[in-house]
């Protein structure tokens, strides 16, 4: 049984800092590229940022330099770090694990965590 557990979302002003984790209850999570996506009420999830089984990461053009994903290999976690946060940001974030075996794609969602970026 495969579970991605969210956690660390919540209520923040405009430019205040949050983190967000995710636990991977999943085997082999060192073969997965790990993302977070986000998504507004209204609109479309969008990809935040991707962190692959060797460490690269690739960011959203709106979230450069503002927030930073990582990962921890020995704990099954990803994080998300993010700094100056706007109210555009507010959105549900998902985490969100990927691999290819020989079966074909896995890939598996978390719940999402609500994150509200107001004054």
């Known amino acids: 049984q495969v579970q991605l557990v969210e956690s660390g979302g919540g209520l923040v002003q405009p430019g205040a800092s949050l983190r967000l984790s995710c636990a991977a209850l999943?085997?082999?999570?060192?073969?997965?590229?790990m993302a977070w996506y986000r998504q507004a009420p209204g609109k479309q999830r969008e990809l935040v940022a991707t962190?692959?089984?060797?460490?690269?990461?690739n960011y959203a053009d709106s979230v450069k330099g503002r927030f930073t994903i990582s990962r921890d290999n020995a704990k099954n976690t990803v994080s998300l770090q993010m700094n100056s946060l706007k109210p555009e940001d507010t959105a549900v974030y998902y985490c969100?694990?990927?691999?290819?075996?020989?079966?074909?794609?896995?890939?598996?969602w978390g719940q999402g965590t609500q994150v509200t970026v107001s004054s």
């Open positions: 969100h694990a990927e691999r290819w075996g020989a079966a074909g794609r896995y890939a598996y």
């Open positions: 999943i085997t082999m999570f060192g073969e997965y590229t």
């Open positions: 962190i692959t089984t060797g460490g690269s990461t």
